[in-house]
């Protein structure tokens, strides 16, 4: 016999980091919710925009507060199901402060404008790089030691959804942050266009896949059971459950993509696949609500049971709206509406925060060996958090719907009955103040939890008892019996043969074998991911018919090339998209649908996943270079009823032209055919700066503000940028050649500044327009 104890203390750590982030993932959520009704509550605060926090929020909540949850249910469950310590304390320790070093990064980086600019990727290199060594290097290198070194010999099937967890999270994370770094904080993805957008949403559906499911699921047959004191309701089920869980979920990435430049064969792969998901996620919910068959009295008066029915339940509604939303005539409507922000925090507060909150309540007691310092207080945060969920997303599932029902509004004589996109905006704007009650109640909620947690704290021992608990080390040979191949019962019933082949399969005996060997079992999961992930990879990046390129289609120019990183460092993606559907409403509203050959050289693409302001994929030319110069000192200038936060700050911010070559260099690497642009790049940058800022000028803008030359601002680059999406597909060789006597071209700057035309680009009214 082996004695051996267990390692609370990093339990104990991660359950205190779960409820700290927790607070402050759900106030930075609070605030998001404000800026969007009150958008100058912080004006000329530039990292406090609704572009930078919202990554900040999403961050926090998925990483900071989700991810502190299930470290701390993975360290305290694992122990006990492989009767063993923790491998190494050493790197548990540096797990927990390695995690927190990460969270405490992105929570400067994010408000600061470095960013990937990609949902729920947005992190820099250097982080990325910390991340994959923490949670690969001591994360995942002693779980899986403890699991080779454990005294159980079956693997309980929570232990399958950790390590699904660790394998496939691993696989997202450095495919899909694969890049060419231009600087200490920096960089470009190596995949553009069509296929950056496929890799994105590869990860980030399967990020909440097996982030935000997997582990939260192996938290659900560890813990309710516990609570319920039941067993889990059918073992069988929870094989089915696992493996097509961990086969199909890989697959339905594209679907976030429905009708945008992606290949039509892969969105409706997506869409196949999504649907298909619905039998195993609710084979995963009807296993953990029957798991309380005969223990339903026990609900009524456990608070910790209370937070697992909703949870359970909450996964259910989420799982199977998630199949609906991918059925393409589903997501013509919701996507880029509100709707999918309500589906997102249905699963997110709804399963992700009442699990958590759940398996937190039952640990207190436990971790700090005494009584949890409030039932009552629990009961209420339950119920408190329940109205707020329900008062945050009702408003949001009605303010999804009437978006999409306006867009696509038109009337008999074939116009749009809401042209003016801002319309659609003021109309759902009392929903967001719904939503922000919801908010501020699911917040107080967490308060309430934060003072019980801090009062059982107190109340804690001197000295924590450390059990000591004795246990055979696993022998080499297992004394494990082989079912036989035909049951007793039918082995001499007049039965084909196949129906008893099929009887002793149903058994699942081959399935116990696996369970007493983890790394086969490892090996197979991390195979199941990778052939249904390979199915789609490879054709889209091999296929060169998915991405028919564009001859007019050419590089930005360095200034140009420099707004964009602009654009992608002040989140401007976060509201507006970059892709017009093929849809007669929206190119009614927008212009000519997108083409997958237009975004070749975007790194990243900006296709975006929701409209709070007018999609821009036909920026270019639209409005004057003085508007843009105006909507970006005061957005309610040129529009009234506009949502937008001031960006006056990059009005007032110098762009560094020695810089620009960097970031030139980076994209000629990565198929960008530049000539003199390699070598004169700040130069070529200066006079596209100067001809623009003459064109502001020319209409009575600004020559200067402050000490500050209108054309040295990063104003100017970012116009610059805008004023080219969507052109080249206009342009052709004629074209070119005739602009050598009318003017620049979109993308070509004059040699000589003299040759600056009277207006450049855009000849509207600034006041003409108002979509905000």
Known sequence: MESFSYDDDISRKFAVATIVWGLIATIAGLVVALLLVLPKAFVGLEWLTFGRLRPLHTNAAIFAFAGNGIFAAIYYSTQRLCKARMWSDVLSRLHFWGWQLIIVAAAVTLPLGITQSREYAELEWPIDL???????????????????????????????????????????????????????????????????????????????????????????????????????????????????????????????????????????????????????????????????????????????????????????????????????????????????????????????????????????????????????????????STIGILMYIVPIYIAGLTQGLMWRAMDETGQLVYPDFVETISSIAPMWWLRVVGGALFVAGVVLMVVNYFMTWLSRPSAYEVPVYQAPRLAKQADYREPAEVSEAIKDAPMLEAAKKLDTWSRMGWHRRWERLPVRFTILVTLAVVIASLFEIIPTFLIRSNVPTIATVQPYTPLELAGRDIFVAEGCYNCHSQMIRPMVAETKRYGEYSKPGEFVYDHPFQWGSRRIGPDLAREGGKQSNLWHWLHLEDPQSVNEASVMPSYVHLLDTAIDFDKISDRVWAAHMLGAEYDKELTNAPEIARKQAELVAADIVSQGGPIKRGELMTYDTQAVALIAYLQRIGTDIFATPEADESSETDGPAPGEVPEDVDAIPEVAAGQADPQSDATG
């Open 130 to 384: 910390a991340i994959a060594v923490v949670w690969l290097g001591f994360f995942g290198v002693n779980f899986f030691m403890t699991l080779i070194k454990r005294r159980e010999r079956h693997l309980y099937v929570a232990l399958w959804f950790y390590i699904a967890t660790i394998v496939t999270v691993t696989v997202l994370h450095v495919f899909n942050n694969l890049v060419v770094p231009i600087a200490a904080f920096k960089s470009y993805s190596v995949y553009a266009g069509v296929q950056d957008a496929f890799m994105q949403w590869w990860y980030g559906h399967n990020a909440v896949a097996f982030f935000l499911t997997t582990p939260f699921l192996g938290l659900m047959y560890y813990f309710l059971p516990k609570a319920a004191n039941r067993p889990v309701f059918s073992y069988k089920l929870s094989i089915l459950h696992f493996w097509s869980l961990v086969f199909i979920y890989i697959w339905a990435g594209p679907h976030h993509l429905h009708y945008t430049a992606l290949p039509e064969w892969a969105s409706s792969l997506g869409m196949l696949f999504s649907v298909m998901l619905w039998m195993p996620s609710w084979g995963g919910m009807i296993n953990g609500l029957l798991t309380l068959r005969g223990a339903w009295q026990k609900v009524a008066v456990d608070p910790v049971l209370k937070f697992f029915v909703v949870g359970v339940t909450f996964y259910g509604m989420s799982t199977f709206e998630g199949p609906m939303l991918s059925v393409k005539s589903v997501n013509a409507l919701s996507h880029y509406t509100d709707w999918t922000i309500a589906h997102v925090h249905s699963g997110a507060l709804g399963w992700n925060g009442m699990m958590t909150f759940g398996m937190l309540y039952w640990l207190a007691p436990r971790l700090f060996q005494t009584k949890l310092w409030s039932v009552k207080a629990a009961t209420l945060h339950f119920w408190i």
